[in-house]
């Protein structure tokens, strides 16, 4: 069963998703059906990644026992789809999974009064199996795929309440903007093939040079992906996207923006990253977009009412960590000596960052939806004194704030203090900008804390109650992973976050099969 691993975590949740439009008149049981496939998922991932980290990549070729068609001349012509996982594509199978499963559990009572549960539940599974899909793959083509069958769930699922006018609204713009990045996709897949006539990302990443043909379709990807992740400028769609879609949804939908995010390291990395020289200018690219994505987002997030719209534009603000830490070490990566002295600390500080943000931001979205949950209303302005009636949600809420500021011992400040020492390395700038966004990031949060959960109650909220327990068994979960991996930070770095960077950076190794071409 270990080999049919990549496999089965994309048959199991596909199966799921098919069957829970089946239990429509069932009750509760599509929510408990979704719960136990995104569990069963989550305990694959586990083990995938105790596979990868012991074998160091899987590779599955579907439908045969290898990659190619020879051809009568003896010519190999490498045409399977093949799934090729390595220790960052299994980082973000199992953030996924272990998402996917928390927004379910939540779920169960945050959504149980809406209508078309069914439906909501097999796009959720859908969502996880495109995210799934587009990390495991080895395969450019069926990273388009996977990434369409990812856009047009979370598309839906934005637009999921669609008696509501902005739920709509952000559902098509979701949509337009994933069609627009897919589209964009397909045609820089389409100019690589006709240039090397295969689409396999091993095979290509030995045949790429730093053509014309090369470099726009570099340029495109680069877009189509800093587009999908939330980067400045094409940050548009987030706080609607963000914003709209159930509490429940958002950790798996967060990871989807991530998987855009990983598409975009993995094309930077493992397709380009040979031609090192011409790659380090993409890096500086991707520094300055991080810098001015963190500093747009939480400048915008100062500014807002709404608790769950000023979260969504932190959503933006942290994934210019992301792009910094990564782009440090993209940045250095034809000097050996930098690379070694501080750019895998910076990529190392990158990855950890994802998987962190998830965390605490999922948490933090949540805290918004249980909010407005028991209120109905998402208006700072009109809430106060509900940290005597919510007092679970209440620490999930702090937790997750200092999370997200970078104060110790939570697991925002391991990442951040990485980025903090490495960025500073390649420019003071950038080091000082990431802290300046720190500070305005906790501000913004005393503000939400100040006004929501401090100060006199509401009289017409009086009377209200903390949220059904497994919202609240989530929001938890999520709260002692964020110390957990605070207060254990070295742990997950040897185990999860390092062997992750150095897939990446061993840049011949993606291509077990293509290297016997």
């Not at 950038?430 to 959960?453: E, Q």
Request: proline fraction near 4%; aromatic fraction near 12%.
């Amino acid at each position: 069963m270990i080999e049919h691993l990549p496999a089965l975590m994309i048959a199991v949740p596909l199966f799921g998703a098919f069957v829970a439009p089946l239990l429509k008149k069932k009750g509760s049981a599509p929510a408990v059906w979704a719960v136990i496939i995104t569990g069963v998922t989550l305990g694959m991932a586990l083990l995938l990644v105790r596979e990868v980290l012991a074998q160091g990549m899987m590779v599955y070729v579907f439908g045969a026992e290898g990659p190619h068609l020879v051809l009568p001349s003896g010519y190999r012509v490498p045409i399977r789809i093949i799934f090729e996982v390595d220790a960052i594509g299994a980082f973000m199978a199992l953030s996924a999974t272990l998402m996917s499963f928390i927004g379910a559990m939540y779920s169960y009572s945050h959504v149980r009064n809406e209508t078309g549960l069914e439906k909501y539940y097999a796009l959720l599974l859908l969502l996880e199996v495109g995210i799934l899909g587009m990390v495991l793959t080895g395969d450019l083509f069926n990273l388009f795929v996977f990434l369409e069958i990812a856009g047009i769930a979370g598309s839906a699922l934005v637009g999921f309440r669609n008696y509501r006018g902005e739920a709509s609204e952000a559902g098509i713009k979701y949509l337009i903007v994933s069609a627009i990045a897919s589209l964009m996709v397909l045609f820089s897949i389409g100019l690589l093939y006709g240039q090397y006539g295969n689409l396999n990302i091993a095979y290509l990443s030995t045949q790429i040079g730093f053509n014309t043909v090369d470099i726009i379709a570099l340029g495109i990807l680069f877009t189509s992906f800093a587009m999908k992740c939330g980067s400045v400028p094409t940050h548009h769609w987030v706080p609607d996207a963000y914003t709209e879609v159930p509490s429940g949804i958002n950790p798996t939908l967060l990871v989807a923006t991530y998987a855009s995010l990983y598409a975009l390291f993995r094309v930077s990395f493992s397709l380009f990253g040979k031609v090192s020289s011409g790659m380090s200018s993409v890096g500086w690219i991707m520094c300055v977009l991080g810098v001015l994505t963190m500093f747009i987002g939480v400048t915008m997030a100062l500014v807002q009412k709404d608790v769950k719209r000023l979260m969504s534009y932190h959503a933006i603000s942290q994934t210019g960590y992301m792009l910094l830490g990564v782009g440090v070490g993209l940045a250095v990566l034809n000097d050996p000596a930098k690379l070694a002295a501080f750019g895998r600390d910076a990529m190392a500080g990158g990855i950890f960052h994802i998987i962190n943000h998830i965390i605490y931001k999922s948490l933090l979205l949540m805290t918004a939806g249980a909010l407005f949950y028991v209120t109905g209303t998402r208006n700072l302005n009109e809430m106060g004194g509900l940290a005597r009636r919510m007092p679970y949600t209440t620490i999930a809420f702090i937790v997750g704030a200092a999370a997200i500021s970078g104060i110790p011992p939570f697991n925002g400040f391991a990442s951040k203090f990485l980025i903090y020492e490495t960025s500073y390395q390649l420019s003071p700038i950038f080091a000082i900008f990431a802290m300046v966004t720190s500070v305005l990031t906790l501000a913004s949060f005393v503000k939400v804390f100040a006004s929501a959960f401090l100060g006199p109650p509401v009289k017409k909220y009086e009377e209200v109650k903390e949220v059904p327990r497994s919202m609240v068994i989530a929001m938890l979960i999520l709260a002692a992973l964020c110390l957990l991996f605070g207060l254990f930070p070295n742990v997950v770095l040897d185990k999860l976050v390092y062997p992750a960077v150095d897939a990446l950076l061993k840049l011949g190794s993606y291509q077990t099969w293509g290297g016997i071409l």
